[in-house]
Nanobody
Framework: QVQLVESGGGLVQPGGSLRLSCVAS????????MGWYRQAPGKQRELVAQ???????NYADSVKGRFTISRDNAKNTVYLQMNSLEPDDTAVYYC?????????WGQGTQVTVSS
């Protein structure tokens, strides 16, 4: 079992930046993969970015070149640096972890991009 707590969401203008953090309740060094999904109103939840324990990353095409995922095993934390934010990035962002065939989710953090 692992509990995940996200933070860092908020309201930002188009072109701005935010950094999301996801803190796990235990060591993440052995967790196979962690990352972020998002869900906008009326849309399905979609993968934003994921990073494996070996450091391999995967991004949605819509965020490549703008978002960067990283993990700090010493702090049991995964980050999502979001730059050049667009209104279409508005959504609830959920941290997730995959371990032993099980998926774990955080409660979500709202990101709103609006002028």
């Amino acid at each position: 079992q692992v509990q995940l707590v996200e933070s860092g969401g908020g309201l930002v203008q188009p072109g701005g930046s935010l950094r999301l953090s996801c803190v796990a309740s235990r060591s993440i060094s052995s967790i196979y993969a962690m990352g972020w999904y998002r869900q906008a109103p009326g849309k399905q939840r979609e993968l934003v970015a994921q990073i494996t324990s070996g450091g391999r990353t995967n991004y949605a095409d819509s965020v490549k070149g703008r978002f960067t995922i990283s993990r700090d095993n010493a702090k049991n934390t995964v980050y999502l640096q979001m730059n050049s934010l667009e209104p279409d990035d508005t959504a609830v962002y959920y941290c997730h972890a995959v371990q032993g065939g099980s998926w774990y989710w955080g409660q979500g953090t709202q990101v709103t991009v609006s002028s």
